[in-house]
C-alpha cells in the first residue's frame, strides 16, 4: 500500500516531516528563525549583518517565503526612507522549541565527532 499525496496550501507532501521541511527546512530559513527568536524584531539589514554570507537576494526570497507560510511578520513603515522590520509571529514563535533542539543535536553531534577525532588521534 503506497502513500497518498497531501496537500497543505501550495504545498504537496507525502508525511508531515517532508511538510515540515518544505516550511523551515533548507540551509537558511532555520537561521533567519532563529535570528529573529534570539535578537526580537529586526530590519532587513540588521538580518544581512548577522548572516554574513547570505546574499541579497536569498534572504529576501526566504524571508518572502517565511512571510507566505505564516512563519514571519513583515511591517512596513510609511516614512522616506522606508523602514521595514521582520519578526516572528505566534506560528513561527511554535517553531522555536524545535530550532531549540536541533541547537543541542547540533552540539551533541560537534562533541561526538571531537571526541571520536581525539580518539583517533591518540591511537
Not at 539589514?45 to 529576501?60: D, S, V, Y
Amino acid at each position: 500500500m503506497g502513500c497518498e499525496i497531501k496537500r497543505c496550501g501550495d504545498k504537496e507532501y507525502y508525511c508531515t516531516v517532508e511538510l515540515t521541511l518544505q516550511i523551515i527546512g533548507g540551509k537558511w530559513k532555520p537561521i533567519i528563525l532563529w535570528y529573529l527568536h534570539t535578537n526580537g524584531t529586526q530590519r532587513f539589514g540588521e538580518l544581512r549583518r548577522t548572516m554574513p554570507n547570505i546574499t541579497q537576494k536569498m534572504l529576501t526570497q526566504q524571508l518572502r517565503e517565511l512571510e507566505a507560510d505564516g512563519l514571519v511578520h513583515r511591517e512596513v513603515y510609511p516614512q522616506v526612507p522606508p523602514k521595514v522590520e521582520y519578526s516572528l509571529t505566534e506560528l513561527g514563535t511554535s517553531v522555536v522549541p524545535v530550532m531549540r533542539t536541533m541547537c543541542e543535536w547540533g552540539q551533541s553531534y560537534e562533541k561526538a565527532v571531537a571526541q571520536a577525532a581525539d580518539g583517533r588521534d591518540a591511537a
